[in-house]
């Protein structure tokens, strides 16, 4: 029996701490990019999200491009902020024909952990910054 093809990631999802300016307070970022680079225009990912109690939730919803059609090259992204996540939570990505990954985090002052669940995920989870204009 042939074995299955080991699928490659489609998207990633960046989570780290930011300092808001703004407000003076740390939020919680998560970016969600496509790993495909888009060479036309610059595309936004359309997400629906929640947190309640431990749970958070992303589900993509598809592309759009953004409002400003000037061409550039990268990947699809989609951003979230949240302000006062601390301790473990269950996270969960779901793409538009219900596929999902599961992860289970922990949001602490030293840092953001990541407990990987899945075999085969469509979405790789990382802790590493990224820059946000």
Do not use: C, W
């Not at 080991?6 to 970016?31: C, G, N, W």
């Not at 602490?108 to 085969?120: F, M, S, V």
């Amino acid at each position: 029996m042939a074995k299955k093809k080991q699928k490659d990631a489609e998207y990633t999802l960046h989570i780290f701490p930011h300092d808001d300016e703004q407000t003076r307070r740390t939020s919680t970022m998560f970016v969600i990019q496509t790993v495909k680079e888009f060479t036309n225009f610059n595309y936004e990912i359309l997400l629906e999200s929640s947190v309640k109690e431990r749970e958070i939730s992303f589900k993509i919803l598809g592309l759009r491009t953004t409002p400003l059609l000037m061409p550039n090259v990268g990947p699809a992204r989609g951003v979230r902020k949240y302000a006062d996540l601390r301790g473990t939570y269950t996270l969960s990505v779901i793409k538009l024909d219900n596929e999902k990954n599961q992860f289970t985090i922990t949001i602490a002052e030293d840092g953001i952990r990541i407990e990987d669940r899945n075999q085969r995920p469509f979405i790789k989870v990382s802790t590493t910054p990224l820059p946000l204009n």
